[in-house]
């Protein structure tokens, strides 16, 4: 394949995919489309670095200009992603029901807060337990939110990091080898 023709299918597919990225970053600062827990401050400090704006998305717009800058911020969204993956939202739950350690109904990550279990067991007790997600109480849907929305993120950013690798390579080639002119 010609580096142009190549270019020409990696940069359109990096600006579809920079977008997908920034829409699933603004609607994790809104879960369950309610402006209402932005403006209380209850939203996850995954969400609020929003990865997938300057991540997944401007770097990626950005990128046929600086191809190893989106690389860079395709992984750094990846990262963040999946900690907020891991992490689990921020929610408002009862903790004394909840690990028995805690006071009341409060906001905070129930997922992360375990105390004495390996993060192994929490990650397949909140991942893999769906009955443990009732434990958060609002927003309502919030652990789905969260799940599908991050899980979008890394899956965006990880073909984000291969088209980009794609197109570091493609100019590197097209620098050395020529830019097919006349074929």
Not at 20 to 48: R, T
């Amino acid at each position: 394949m010609c580096v142009g023709k190549c270019s020409r299918i990696v940069g359109p597919c990096l600006l579809v995919l920079g977008t997908l990225s920034m829409a699933a970053n603004i609607l994790l600062l809104f879960p369950g489309g309610a402006s209402k827990y932005l403006v209380e401050g209850h939203i996850s400090k995954d969400a609020k670095a929003m990865p997938g704006i300057w991540g997944g998305g401007i770097t990626a717009f950005i990128s046929a200009v600086l191809s190893k800058l989106a690389l860079l911020g395709a992984a750094a969204c990846f990262v963040l992603s999946g900690v907020g993956l891991t992490n689990g939202p921020l929610c408002f739950y009862n903790a004394s029901e909840h690990g028995g350690g805690g006071h009341g109904m409060l906001w905070g990550y129930p997922f992360l807060d375990t105390g004495s279990q390996k993060p192994d067991t929490r990650a397949e007790n909140y991942l893999h337990n769906h009955r443990t997600w009732s434990i958060c109480l609002e927003p309502v849907g919030v652990v789905t939110w969260n799940i599908v929305l991050f899980s979008l993120l890394l899956l965006v950013s990880a073909a984000e990091m291969v088209l980009a690798s794609i197109q570091i390579l493609n100019g590197c080639l097209g620098c050395l080898c020529g830019f097919c002119e006349g074929k």
